[in-house]
T-cell receptor, first 111, second 111 residues
Framework: DGGITQSPKYLFRKEGQNVTLSCEQNLNHDAMYWYRQDPGQGLRLIYYSQIVNDFQKGDIAEGYSVSREKKESFPLTVTSAQKNPTAFYLC??????????FGSGTRLTVV | QQQVKQSPQSLIVQKGGISIINCAYENTAFDYFPWYQQFPGKGPALLIAIRPDVSEKKEGRFTISFNKSAKQFSLHIMDSQPGDSATYFCAASMVIQKLVFGQGTRLTINP
């Protein structure tokens, strides 16, 4: 079945550590997105990519980095520069203006 | 002009009642308006979507009403059930552009 796989489901990060969240899709979608969701808040766009080897900053890109070396993969690195990384991270993909398909999310906690 | 404003933030409805969530937008170039449903710990899933050439779209108990002149659209859930308890997001986009999400509404259906 086609879909988006995010891993891990839960991730714990120590202060000052970089961590990478995985996002893989087999939907053959061109565009991929990373969102951050905090309790009681909406979806805030971190980065997005519309084609391989190209990506753009979203509304809250500071402290995050991404790569898009393959169409299927769009990993997100949360760097030590992100001061408040504890959140629920969602990856999505889409074809042109069709609706997004979301993954199941990764819950990141700083310990 | 890129914002989508969603209300209310939270809503409590009795089982069997009608749940209504409203969204307003400014950008008249938006031409795609989806609604997403999100259960705790899961990614959002597309519920229903509409384009501005129609004023209403119904799928089962879910209906989108669209008012182009007022730049507003709403989600109506008829005969609301406890299983409908979730967070709902409206969104809007232009062709080949990324979705702009509302802030979300936490809906609780009391049995």
């Amino acid at each position: 079945d086609g879909g988006i796989t995010q891993s891990p489901k839960y991730l714990f990060r120590k202060e000052g550590q970089n961590v990478t969240l995985s996002c893989e899709q087999n939907l053959n979608h061109d565009a991929m997105y990373w969102y951050r969701q905090d309790p009681g808040q909406g979806l805030r766009l971190i980065y997005y990519s519309q084609i391989v080897n190209d990506f753009q900053k979203g509304d809250i890109a500071e402290g995050y980095s991404v790569s898009r070396e393959k169409k299927e993969s769009f990993p997100l690195t949360v760097t030590s520069a992100q001061k408040n990384p504890t959140a629920f991270y969602l990856c999505a993909s889409s074809v042109r203006d069709e609706s997004y398909t979301f993954g199941s999310g990764t819950r990141l906690t700083v310990v | 002009q890129q914002q989508v404003k969603q209300s209310p933030q939270s809503l409590i409805v009795q089982k069997g009642g009608i749940s209504i969530i409203n969204c307003a937008y400014e950008n008249t170039a938006f031409d795609y308006f989806p609604w997403y449903q999100q259960f705790p710990g899961k990614g959002p899933a597309l519920l229903i979507a509409i384009r501005p050439d129609v004023s209403e779209k119904k799928e089962g108990r879910f209906t989108i009403s669209f008012n182009k002149s007022a730049k507003q659209f709403s989600l109506h859930i008829m005969d609301s059930q406890p299983g409908d308890s979730a967070t709902y997001f409206c969104a809007a986009s232009m062709v080949i552009q990324k979705l702009v999400f509302g802030q979300g509404t936490r809906l609780t259906i009391n049995p």
